[in-house]
């Protein structure tokens, strides 16, 4: 099975534009959820999508959005681009490990490098 | 807040050694805890714990969950300068945070040879 594919892997954009980040999952997995990672803050939570649905959401800006198509793919976008907003963006792609309790494994994409100048 | 704190913060050690690796959690809910290693890339699952599988074990590496202390050890034997890494934890709570995982700051393991 393929892996979670991310695109684009670098990207370089100026303050004040905006950006799109786009996220393949393994196939067959319904949930993806995207993560921030910054050497100052770690890996921190943004959203979750299920089903075209956002099921969870992190303590982000409303710049930070997102969204999933019927077929899983899931795109987040950052509006106003701010110099901290420099940072890996992480897309994983989760499976439902065990049914009855809801637990899934995530499994990450290669993630894209933004880099705001 | 539900707060995830890894021990130690960075450890260098030499090939053949044995490291165990901490992971603590304060949650009002539980549902799983994962491990995963990072290279220069992504996070790579290394295994998942919940409350009817508390313990694990792929080849060198092995973890346990303690759920009355509420956390977690990585234990990784006879190191090799491949295991060289940042090694995550998270929790996933339980509600409907589902596809939503907490991390700690991770543990920077530096294998000598």
């Known amino acids: 099975k393929a892996g979670v594919t991310q695109t684009p892997r670098y990207l370089i954009k100026t303050r004040g534009q905006q950006v799109t980040l786009s996220c393949s999952p393994i196939s067959g997995h319904r949930s993806v959820s995207w993560y921030q990672q910054t050497p100052g803050q770690g890996l921190q939570f943004l959203f979750e999508?299920?089903?075209?649905?956002?099921?969870n959401k992190g303590n982000f800006p409303g710049r930070f959005s997102g969204r999933q198509f019927s077929n899983s793919r899931s795109e987040m976008n950052v509006s106003t681009l701010e110099l901290g907003d420099s940072a890996l963006y992480l897309c994983?792609?989760?499976?439902?490990?065990?049914?009855?309790?809801?637990?899934?494994?995530?499994?990450f994409g290669p993630g894209t490098r933004l880099t705001v100048t | 807040e539900d707060k995830v704190v890894q021990s130690p913060l960075s450890l260098v050690v030499h090939e053949g050694d044995t490291v165990t690796l901490n992971c603590s959690y304060e949650?009002?809910?539980?549902?799983?805890l994962l491990w995963y290693k990072q290279e220069k890339k992504a996070p790579t699952f290394l295994f998942m714990l919940t409350s009817s599988g508390i313990e694990k074990k792929s080849g060198r590496l092995s973890s346990i969950l303690d759920k009355k202390e509420l956390s977690s050890i990585l234990n990784i034997t006879a190191t090799q300068t491949g295991d060289s890494a940042i090694y995550l934890c998270?929790?996933?709570?339980?509600?409907?945070?589902?596809?939503?995982?907490?991390f700690g700051q991770g543990t920077i393991l530096t294998v000598h040879p």
């Open positions: 949650v009002t809910n539980f549902r799983s």
């Open positions: 999508y299920f089903s075209e649905t956002q099921r």
């Open positions: 998270a929790y996933n709570a339980g509600g409907t945070s589902y596809g939503k995982l907490t």
């Open positions: 994983a792609s989760s499976r439902l490990a065990v049914t009855t309790k809801g637990i899934y494994e995530q499994y």
